[in-house]
């Protein structure tokens, strides 16, 4: 029996995946997927971090044939998978602490090298506030060593278990508990945080990307190449928060690609510390379509609005544009 | 072996007779000639299967040796100091998770004022984190404590804390007696783990635990200390019997037979101790040392059999609770709960302040004939502690306290009376 061909996301470029090629087809339409990050777990409804964090160690554990073990940061991702005695983690995981996942993904890694065991790989995770400020000790350290640890950093923009604090991930103008939307500079600040793709690739390690849980198959194609590699590697993944962002949760999907559309979340990969690859934005939409359904934001709008706020959003995502060349009419 | 060699290299090369599997080494004085030895002997090809990593912190040291213990390997990492403090979230984890790692800590003072000298505030002030604590009294048992740390903490699932004294201990050039590879192994079996990240079988560590199990958690840990309580003496009867000598066990009491004072001390400091006892002893005076070699778990017990039989008791400590007095002598006081007994806190040697036998003998006169004060702070200069406080009360902004004593000190030169 044939069956019919489906575009799945009517309105989008994404085709369906039966139009692909078996060994192209996304990891999670294969009934052995290994479900790493089982049901059950207590995520919110349209976690951005659930879903990046399923496709992610799924297509790592397909690319390692199930030979995998993951060192896990404090944080979201931790407490909604493992409230004692459930756990929904169907791999060898181990959480420390808030701040060394990568160093935790180090010791494993070497334990697994000194017992022989290179087909077992390492991979470390956590979230912006883990990676990006209370763990970047450890993660640039285990850059710069090249230990043989894929990190995934899923970035969903500030500290979402602790109830949405600013981090050094934290967008210009956010309104989070920190940087709360009052007085004449609402919102986080401009001109601080820092970028981590590229500071990673100050390190010229081996690979490095960035990825958002809109477009799945890139990410899982990221995933899949980076543990073809060895050495550290790194994968940011823009991962919407619908309670920290202020956002519906249907809308988690549709953010993240209008975050990728806008320019403000470039979407490439790196090699040795130079850009290999972008995913290329064929309409480039206004900042505002991306804004306007986060309440976060809520306070550059309307009538006491900041207009001069959207103005400089917008001017960063024109930067990112010329910067990556994200443009598909730049070519 | 005899071998005429530095404490740290004879730690070094004890850790290696122990086949570790994962190294950590971060840079602190006075443990650094530790990881350096052990670095020398990896990349020598002397100690093989094994990884040696460089690591950016003391934080990243203990969490990799953290991933390492629980991916199943025999880990290791040395500390001291302001190093042991910045590795304090993850000194609890490892306790926490059960991983048995050995770590030395080369005891030094903490600052601020900065000083790299010796007392054991920094091992003194993770008390409480769950670690078993040997203390060594020489070079020799630094390395003895060693091979018994790792057997001791792989059998309960513990982390070993092995605390020899900064400089005094590590730089000495003394004489050991270096057991051979055969002889170790016979004595210290692979590690079997409890617990390990395993493709083969998937497991979760470190998941989060509510008011419904955490209490019960942490007993077990104490528990286990308990069990440790019986283990290291008979570890250490163990090792006697294989290597013909006495190292280690819970305490040690020295010519405490019909004492009427018994001094408390621990690490390198009991040799001073043990010579001004002689000394006064053939002045006619009934005095002994009880050294503890198990700081944690603490043995009560055995603290207490030794001490009950005396009319006083001094503990001599370089450690100090600000706003208290003495950490040993506060344990030391619950072993001694309910017996009617004269108790002395000496606080001496902090920041690396020599003790000399002529303070601990004067000190120990004063004591014998009950005229010390219950909290002493042995060779403290009054003279320059109460010209700050006057400076004090005379004025607001007084400046900052360490310069102010320095200048009255008249030199930047270690002082010792």
């Not at chain 1, 990050?37 to 990046?52: I, V, W």
């Not at chain 1, 493992?82 to 070497?110: C, D, K, M, R």
């Amino acid at each position: 029996m044939t069956a019919p061909i489906k575009f799945y996301q009517t309105g989008t470029f994404t085709v369906g995946n039966r139009l692909l090629s078996p060994e192209q087809r996304s990891v999670q339409s294969s009934l052995e997927r290994s479900n790493s990050l089982n049901s059950g777990h207590r995520a919110c409804q349209g976690c951005g971090e659930a879903l990046g964090a399923r496709y992610a160690v799924d297509a790592a554990m397909r690319a390692t044939k199930g030979q995998l073990i993951a060192a896990n940061a404090t944080g979201c991702l931790e407490v909604f998978s493992t409230p004692y005695p459930e756990t929904s983690w169907q791999l060898p995981w181990i959480h420390s602490l808030f701040g060394n996942a990568a160093a935790v993904g180090t010791g494993i890694s070497a334990a697994m090298k000194v017992k022989g065991r290179s087909d077992v790989r390492v991979i470390a995770q956590g979230g912006d506030g883990g990676t990006t400020d209370i763990g970047f000790g450890c993660l640039s350290g285990m850059f710069e060593r090249n230990d043989d640890v894929l990190y995934i950093c899923y970035d969903n923009e500030a500290y979402m278990n602790t109830g949405v604090q600013r981090s050094s991930a934290t967008p210009p103008a956010a309104r989070t508990a920190t940087t709360m939307a009052v007085g004449a500079d609402p919102g986080a600040q401009f001109g601080q945080g820092k970028n981590v793709p590229l500071i990673a690739m100050a390190h010229e390690i081996p690979y490095v990307a960035t990825a958002t849980v809109a477009d799945l198959r890139d990410l899982e194609a990221k995933v899949e190449r980076a543990m073809g590699m060895h050495g550290a590697r790194y994968l940011h993944i823009l991962v919407p928060c619908p309670l920290g962002w202020g956002a519906a949760s249907q809308d988690t999907i549709k953010l993240a690609r209008l975050a990728r559309e806008t320019g403000l979340f470039p979407v490439f990969e790196a090699e040795r510390g130079e850009v290999t690859a972008v995913t290329k934005i064929r309409h480039r939409v206004p900042v505002e379509e991306y804004l306007r359904p986060q309440k976060r934001f809520a306070h550059i709008f309307g009538s006491k609005g900041h207009p001069q706020m959207l103005e400089r959003i917008q001017a960063q995502a024109d930067r990112n544009i010329r910067r990556f060349g994200l443009l598909e009419d730049d070519q | 072996m005899h071998k005429q060699i530095e404490g740290s290299r004879a730690v070094a090369e004890a850790v290696a007779l122990c086949r570790p599997e994962v190294i950590c080494a971060y840079p602190i004085s006075p443990q650094t000639h530790i990881v350096e030895g052990l670095g020398e002997l990896v990349k020598g090809g002397e100690l093989t299967r094994c990884e040696f990593i460089n690591v950016e912190s003391e934080f990243a040291a203990m969490s990799v040796a953290i991933g390492a213990s629980a991916a199943g390997a025999r880990s290791y990492t040395a500390t001291a100091s302001q190093g042991l403090l910045f590795m304090v979230e993850a000194i609890y984890n490892a306790s926490g998770l059960g991983l048995p790692i050995v770590m030395t800590v080369a005891n030094r003072a903490i600052g601020a004022p900065i000083n790299i000298w010796n007392d054991h505030s920094d091992s003194m002030s993770q008390r409480d984190c769950g670690w078993i604590q040997l203390f060594a009294e020489s070079n020799q048992e630094a390395l003895d404590l060693h091979i018994q740390a790792f057997k001791l903490g792989e059998e309960l699932s513990m982390p070993v804390m092995v605390c020899m004294d900064g400089f005094i201990l590590t730089h000495a050039y003394e004489r050991v007696d270096m057991p051979a590879q055969a002889e170790v192994d016979a004595f210290l079996p692979a590690y079997e783990p409890r617990q390990v990240l395993d493709p083969a079988d998937p497991v979760s560590i470190g998941a989060m635990v509510g008011p419904e199990a955490f209490m019960e958690v942490r007993y077990l840990a104490h528990a286990k200390q308990t069990m440790a309580l019986e283990r290291i003496p008979q570890i250490a009867a163990e090792f006697e019997q294989r290597f013909g000598r006495k190292s280690g066990g819970l305490v040690r009491t020295y010519r405490c037979e019909d004492a009427e004072t018994i001094v408390v001390a621990l690490g390198s400091v009991l040799g001073t101790l043990k010579d001004t006892v002689d000394e006064l002893r053939n002045d006619g005076h009934r005095i002994g040392v009880l050294g503890i070699q198990s700081f944690r778990p603490f043995p009560l017990a055995a603290v207490r059999a030794a001490l009950q039989g005396a009319k006083r008791v001094v503990v001599l400590e370089k450690s100090f609770s600000v706003g208290l007095g003495g950490v040993v002598s506060t344990d030391v006081r619950v072993a001694l709960s309910g017996l009617h007994l004269h108790g002395y806190t000496v606080v001496a040697g902090l920041g690396g302040r020599a003790i000399t036998k002529d303070s601990l003998a004067r000190t120990l006169h004063e004591a014998m004939a009950d005229k010390l004060q219950p909290l002493t702070f042995m060779d403290l200069d009054w003279r320059i502690v109460n010209r700050q406080l006057e400076r004090e009360a005379a004025t607001r902004r007084s400046g900052p306290i360490a310069e102010n004593l320095l200048r009255d000190v008249g030199t930047v030169a270690s002082k010792v009376h």
